[in-house]
Nanobody, 123 residues
């Protein structure tokens, strides 16, 4: 049974920073593209960022470009999301997910999901 476990969420003031982690087990982690998605109350899940299996290419939604950075450590089976200059509109539950094939932007195609970690940004 594959498990993705997120951590690092919390409460932060606008302008602050948080760092999320996602540990995958058991998974041939370095075969999988990895993504971060988020879902705010009353809203649909949305793509935040993704990274290729090798870690060479990253993708971001426009609203987080320049503020968030996705990275991975394949030796540690861990995915990261560094979040800076946080805004109240970044408040959501953040999920990590993995997929072997297909577009990183499409949430429906991901194979495995974590349980999510809450990020709350106050103004």
């Amino acid at each position: 049974q594959v498990q993705l476990v997120e951590s690092g969420g919390g409460l932060v003031q606008a302008g602050g920073s948080l760092a999320l982690s996602c540990v995958a087990s058991p998974l041939t982690f370095n075969n999988y593209k990895m993504g971060w998605f988020r879902q705010a109350p009353g809203k649909e899940r949305e793509f935040v960022a993704a990274i290729t299996a090798s870690g060479e290419t990253m993708y971001y939604t426009d609203s987080v470009k320049g503020r968030f950075m996705i990275s991975r450590d394949n030796a540690a089976n861990t995915l990261y999301l560094q979040m800076h200059s946080l805004k109240p509109e970044d408040t959501a539950i953040y999920y990590c997910a993995s997929r072997l094939f297909g577009s990183v932007y499409e949430g429906d195609g991901y194979d495995f999901w974590g349980q999510g970690t809450q990020v709350t940004v106050t103004s």
